[in-house]
């Protein structure tokens, strides 16, 4: 009688073997358990990204607000309204 390798001696392979029996192969077909079930709802949702354009938009809203209180800011100086005030004059004024 020869001695047959273990699974661990020829690794993953072994345990698809014709060799190894009808119980071997009626394992191997069985259903995956509750916890592969599991993990795999949890990949799918971790790697779906179906909130990611109402993060991205919202992103985009908060630099806009950003920049628009800087804009004011900057426009309730004295120097820039007047600045800006030349300006319209200039451009509004023919000859």
Do not use: K
């Not at 047959?4 to 020829?10: D, E, H, I, S, V």
């Not at 992103?59 to 920049?67: H, S």
């Amino acid at each position: 009688m020869t001695s047959r390798p273990t699974c661990a001696a020829l690794g993953a392979s072994a345990a698809l073997l014709p060799s190894d029996g009808p119980a071997r192969a009626a394992r191997a077909a069985r259903p995956a358990g509750p916890s592969t079930g599991r993990w795999r709802s949890l990949r799918r949702v971790l790697a779906a990204d179906d909130g990611a354009a109402t993060a991205e938009y919202a992103i985009v809203i908060l630099a806009a607000v950003g920049f628009a209180g800087v804009l004011v800011t900057i426009m309730r100086s004295d120097e820039i309204r007047g600045v800006l005030t030349d300006l319209v004059r200039s451009a509004l004024s023919v000859g």
